[in-house]
């Protein structure tokens, strides 16, 4: 079984910083090792939308709203994802969910995290 558990929201005020982690725990990594991550976020009343994903080689694709804003990166060796979030705004309030997929044999698995709370507000 794999678990996605984040860390590192809260409240910060327009123009701070926040950094999200999402660790990956698993007992097959070693055979079935992550693809994939990435960060989606869900604003009330809204769908839930890609941030940004980065692949096992570390190639990254970010939504417009966020580019030049965050940054994300990852630790293969840890299974973790980073997303570093800066010149935030009110618009940025969200729950951000932790996304990771790997393929075992041929079928594509997809793993979500529990979610953490990002508020951005004055």
């Known amino acids: 079984q794999v678990q996605l558990v984040e860390s590192g929201g809260g409240l910060v005020q327009p123009g701070g910083s926040l950094t999200l982690s999402c660790a990956a725990s698993?007992?097959?990594?070693?055979?079935?090792?992550?693809?994939?991550m990435g960060w989606y976020r869900q604003a009330p009343g809204n769908q839930r939308e890609l941030v940004a994903d980065i692949t096992s080689g570390g190639d990254t694709n970010y939504a417009d709203s966020v580019k030049g804003r965050f940054t994300i990166s990852r630790d293969n060796a840890k299974n973790t994802v980073y997303l570093q979030m800066n010149s935030l705004k009110p618009e940025d309030t969200a729950v951000y969910y932790c996304?990771?997929?790997?393929?075992?044999?041929?079928?594509?698995?997809?793993?979500w995290g529990q979610g953490t709370q990002v508020t951005v507000s004055s």
């Open positions: 698993g007992r097959t990594f070693s055979i079935y090792p992550m693809g994939a």
């Open positions: 996304n990771g997929r790997r393929m075992i044999g041929v079928i594509l698995q997809e793993y």
